[in-house]
């Protein structure tokens, strides 16, 4: 696809559009225009307006089937990549095909790979749990890296936690052929993020992620129960978390949830984050986060290519 560098931004619903998208392309990587759960084929036509070059556009399953021209506008707009997740019916793979798109899902288990493979996927992104945002909460990242490039050929890109020099080099070391950004993205001046927002996603740390359906059930959006969300935790998550039903019966706390939302008040309203969140410290421009990681990863990789002992294995 003509990348100068191993990166691939995940295509995050309100925050990667047009401009996080021409950004990434420009700074060597493949930026992905998002559709979320509030995705439309009219709101991604206004995104793509921004973009320049090479681009991908990421669905969610569910809500294309709900809107089928969000589907016909994605194909039409030609990109080089298009991700759809968050299903199992596999049918639209040949129509991209039939369009010269190459196809990606995220995939959260060795069976779920093997499906994809077969149903003539390009390429996989193993979402491992640590990641933000919608996604099986299953496998840590590099336990399923490990179990999916052992069962399959094409390529893999790497999802869930990595948002430094380090992780980027752990994952490519153990054979991943890029990575899926997200969190480390999400406070970009390019991204949909709000002022607040970037500011939450800032003041986080490491450990005050979790994974949560009570945004969407506060919501009324129908997502799968498996895929939970990981946001940042708030107090809207403290009072609700295990009670689903009730929240889902309480007009009063979905429309404190809405007003929230409208307010860009982050006490209530969620905020999408990975537990790679602790490594943002401030607002910074994608081509100085992307520059940064790959100039750390290429040092470490390199350094320890220089600096490994030779290892002898025995076998029994």
């Given at each position: 696809?003509?990348?100068?560098?191993?990166?691939?931004?995940?295509p995050?619903g309100g925050?990667?559009?047009g401009?996080?998208?021409?950004?990434?392309?420009?700074?060597?990587?493949l930026?992905?225009v998002g559709?979320?759960?509030?995705?439309s084929?009219s709101?991604?036509?206004?995104?793509?307006?921004?973009?320049?070059?090479?681009f991908?556009?990421?669905l969610?399953?569910w809500?294309?089937?709900q809107?089928p021209e969000?589907?016909?506008?994605?194909l039409?707009?030609?990109p080089?990549?298009?991700?759809?997740?968050?299903?199992?019916?596999?049918?639209?793979?040949?129509?991209?095909?039939?369009?010269?798109?190459?196809?990606?899902?995220?995939?959260?288990?060795?069976?779920?790979?093997?499906?994809?493979?077969d149903?003539g996927?390009d390429v996989?992104?193993?979402?491992?749990?640590?990641?933000?945002g919608?996604?099986?909460?299953?496998?840590?990242l590099?336990p399923?890296l490990?179990?999916?490039?052992?069962?399959?050929?094409v390529?893999?890109?790497?999802?869930?936690g990595?948002?430094?020099?380090?992780?980027?080099?752990?994952?490519?070391?153990?054979?991943?052929?890029?990575v899926?950004?997200g969190?480390?993205?999400?406070?970009c001046p390019?991204?949909l993020?709000s002022?607040a927002g970037?500011?939450a996603?800032?003041?986080a740390r490491?450990t005050?992620?979790?994974a949560?359906?009570?945004?969407?059930?506060?919501?009324?959006r129908?997502?799968p129960q498996?895929?939970?969300?990981r946001?940042l935790?708030n107090?809207?998550v403290?009072?609700?978390?295990?009670?689903?039903?009730?929240?889902?019966?309480?007009?009063?706390?979905?429309?404190?949830?809405?007003a929230?939302?409208?307010a860009?008040?982050?006490r209530?309203a969620?905020?999408?984050?990975g537990?790679?969140v602790?490594?943002?410290?401030g607002?910074?421009?994608?081509a100085?986060?992307?520059?940064?990681?790959?100039?750390?990863?290429?040092?470490?990789l390199?350094?320890?290519?220089?600096?490994s002992?030779?290892?002898?294995?025995t076998?029994?």
């Amino acid at each position: 696809m003509g990348l100068a560098v191993p990166i691939v931004n995940a295509p995050m619903g309100g925050v990667a559009g047009g401009r996080l998208a021409a950004a990434v392309t420009a700074a060597g990587g493949l930026g992905m225009v998002g559709m979320g759960s509030a995705g439309s084929a009219s709101s991604l036509r206004a995104e793509l307006q921004h973009v320049r070059g090479r681009f991908g556009i990421g669905l969610v399953d569910w809500v294309m089937r709900q809107e089928p021209e969000l589907f016909d506008a994605a194909l039409a707009a030609r990109p080089v990549l298009l991700s759809v997740s968050f299903g199992t019916d596999l049918s639209w793979v040949t129509p991209a095909h039939d369009a010269e798109i190459a196809t990606a899902t995220q995939v959260y288990d060795v069976d779920q790979a093997r499906r994809a493979q077969d149903a003539g996927i390009d390429v996989l992104i193993a979402r491992g749990a640590e990641g933000g945002g919608h996604g099986e909460a299953k496998i840590a990242l590099l336990p399923l890296l490990d179990a999916v490039l052992d069962a399959v050929s094409v390529p893999v890109l790497a999802a869930g936690g990595i948002a430094s020099p380090r992780s980027l080099a752990a994952v490519l070391a153990a054979g991943a052929s890029g990575v899926w950004l997200g969190t480390c993205l999400s406070a970009c001046p390019e991204a949909l993020t709000s002022d607040a927002g970037r500011q939450a996603l800032i003041a986080a740390r490491e450990t005050d992620t979790t994974a949560t359906r009570v945004f969407d059930v506060g919501r009324g959006r129908p997502w799968p129960q498996r895929f939970p969300s990981r946001v940042l935790r708030n107090d809207f998550v403290a009072r609700w978390d295990g009670h689903e039903d009730a929240l889902a019966d309480d007009p009063g706390a979905q429309a404190e949830l809405a007003a929230a939302i409208e307010a860009e008040d982050y006490r209530v309203a969620p905020v999408d984050a990975g537990e790679g969140v602790g490594k943002i410290t401030g607002v910074e421009p994608v081509a100085d986060v992307i520059e940064r990681l790959c100039a750390g990863a290429e040092s470490l990789l390199t350094r320890w290519g220089d600096q490994s002992p030779a290892v002898t294995t025995t076998q029994h």
